[in-house]
């Protein structure tokens, strides 16, 4: 059978409470990070782009460029992809991923690049 004594437990007991306080610490330190991380820029999300559009949205292939496109050009067309106005091989999976305020600022970091 299980068995414990009070004062055993005593003993040991202000360590587990100071390392519950400090896991608890870390949590919340993380959560207030992931906070302050969830304005992701245009530029952090368009670098993900860069692996199909390329480098700046110049892309080097079939994949259409996007750099220096209108911002509200872009805009318009990521919309289109994620309410499914517009279908594609694989941009309507990829646009409903974002939200319209990361959509937008997405499109004008591409707007700013220079087009090729």
Do not use: W
């Given at each position: 059978?299980?068995?414990?004594s009070?004062?055993?437990?005593?003993e040991?007991?202000?360590?587990?409470?100071?390392?519950a306080?400090?896991l608890?610490?870390?949590?919340?330190?993380?959560?207030?990070?992931a906070?302050?991380?969830?304005?992701?820029?245009?530029?952090?999300?368009?670098?993900?782009?860069?692996?199909?559009?390329?480098v700046?949205?110049?892309?080097?292939?079939?994949?259409?460029s996007?750099?220096g496109?209108?911002a509200?050009r872009?805009?318009t067309?990521?919309?289109?992809y994620?309410?499914?106005?517009?279908?594609?091989?694989?941009?309507n999976?990829?646009?409903?991923?974002?939200t319209?305020?990361?959509?937008?600022?997405?499109?004008?970091?591409?707007a700013?690049?220079?087009a090729?």
């Open positions: 059978m299980f068995s414990f009070l004062t055993r437990l005593n040991p007991c202000s360590r587990y409470v100071l390392r306080g400090g608890a610490l870390l949590i919340f330190a993380g959560v207030s990070v906070s302050a991380n969830d304005s992701v820029t245009g530029a952090t999300i368009g670098y993900t782009c860069m692996g199909c559009h390329g700046n949205g110049q892309s080097p292939g079939p994949i259409p996007i750099a496109q209108s509200e872009l805009t067309q990521m919309m289109a994620r309410d499914g106005s517009k279908s594609g091989t694989i941009m999976r990829i646009a409903k991923g974002y319209p305020e990361e959509i937008k600022a997405v499109a004008a970091f591409f700013q690049q220079p090729k």
